[in-house]
């Protein structure tokens, strides 16, 4: 494989586009009074969507690290969108649900959410979509 220029590399444009991304989100939320980080609204997301899974489950589905996930829920937690409950006979693992409050978050921020990534399709087909997709995922399993 030739030398290429540091814009021809898949994995710098993967990072460019990551990056792209998480700046115009975090302005169109901003623009609509909504404040949460990508990490945090991906964890509140899949909590919302998986009511009981525990902290192990949710760092494994967000591939996130298990650090990471306690400062994100302890800032969820903070901004009452979360409870973490005890499980019996488990004093290490606790059961993640969102609170009503968090619900309602989740419900004003869907439309945003789905708004934002569908700018990120524009002119996109459906068929490069899912070659696109196809192709993210080999290269993830290449490195399984």
């Known amino acids: 494989?030739?030398?290429l220029?540091?814009?021809?590399v898949y994995v710098f444009l993967l990072e460019r586009t990551t990056r792209q991304f998480r700046?115009?989100?975090k302005q169109e939320l901003?623009?609509?009074n909504i404040y949460i980080s990508g990490e945090q609204w991906v964890a509140l997301?899949?909590?919302y969507d998986n009511n009981g899974i525990n902290q192990r489950e949710l760092a494994e589905s967000t591939y996130k690290d298990p650090a990471s996930i306690t400062r994100i829920l302890d800032i969820l937690e903070k901004q009452h969108?979360?409870?973490r409950e005890s499980i019996d006979g488990n004093r290490?693992?606790?059961s993640l649900s969102v609170t009503s409050e968090g619900g309602n978050f989740v419900k004003k921020v869907i439309p945003y959410a789905k708004k934002i990534r569908a700018k990120g399709l524009t002119n996109i087909s459906d068929q490069d979509l899912e070659?696109?997709?196809d192709l993210l995922n080999k290269i993830y399993n290449n490195f399984n």
């Open 1 to 3: 494989m030739k030398d």
């Open 5 to 8: 220029k540091l814009d021809d």
């Open 23 to 25: 700046k115009y989100a």
């Open 30 to 32: 901003k623009r609509h």
């Open 45 to 47: 997301k899949t909590i």
């Open 81 to 83: 969108y979360v409870k």
């Open 92 to 94: 290490r693992t606790h």
């Open 131 to 133: 070659t696109l997709n």
